[in-house]
C-alpha cells in the first residue's frame, strides 16, 4: 500500500516561511519523480513544483520561481517544500505525488498524499 503523508502547514503571515515535508512509504521512492501541488478554493489543482529521481533537476511555476525551493532526500524517503516570502495567494491545500516521468500534468502523476492546508495572512 502506497502512502504520501503531507507535514508542516499552517497559519503564516506575509513575508513568513513554512517547510512541507512529504514522507512516502509502499514504493520505490528514488524511482519517482516528486510534485507538489496546490488547489485553492474554487480553482483547480495546479502544478507547484517538481524535482526529478535524482534530485539532478527542478521545475517551477511562474509564480513561486524565486520563493519556492523543492528538493528531496532519498534516503529518507521524503520531499520537501521549502516556501519562502509567501503571500496570500499561495493560501491553498498543498500536496504532493509520486510519478514516474519528469512532468507538470497532474493526470500524470500516480500517487497522492491527503494535503495539508497552508494560509497566508495579509
Known amino acids: 500500500q502506497v502512502q504520501l503523508v503531507e507535514s508542516g502547514g499552517g497559519l503564516v503571515q506575509a513575508g513568513g516561511s513554512l517547510r512541507l515535508s512529504c514522507k512516502a512509504s509502499g514504493l520505490t521512492f528514488s524511482n519517482y519523480a516528486m510534485g507538489w501541488f496546490r488547489q485553492a478554493p474554487g480553482k483547480e489543482r495546479a502544478f507547484v513544483a517538481v524535482?526529478?529521481?535524482?534530485?539532478?533537476?527542478?521545475r517551477y511555476v511562474d509564480s513561486v520561481k524565486g520563493r519556492f525551493t523543492v528538493s528531496r532526500d532519498n534516503a529518507k524517503n521524503t520531499a520537501y517544500l521549502q516556501m519562502n516570502s509567501l503571500k496570500p495567494e499561495d493560501t491553498a491545500v498543498y500536496y504532493c505525488a509520486a510519478a514516474d516521468s519528469f512532468t507538470s500534468t497532474v493526470e500524470r502523476y500516480d500517487y497522492w498524499g491527503q494535503g495539508t492546508q497552508v494560509t497566508v495572512s495579509s
Open positions: 524535482i526529478t529521481w535524482s534530485g539532478g533537476a527542478t
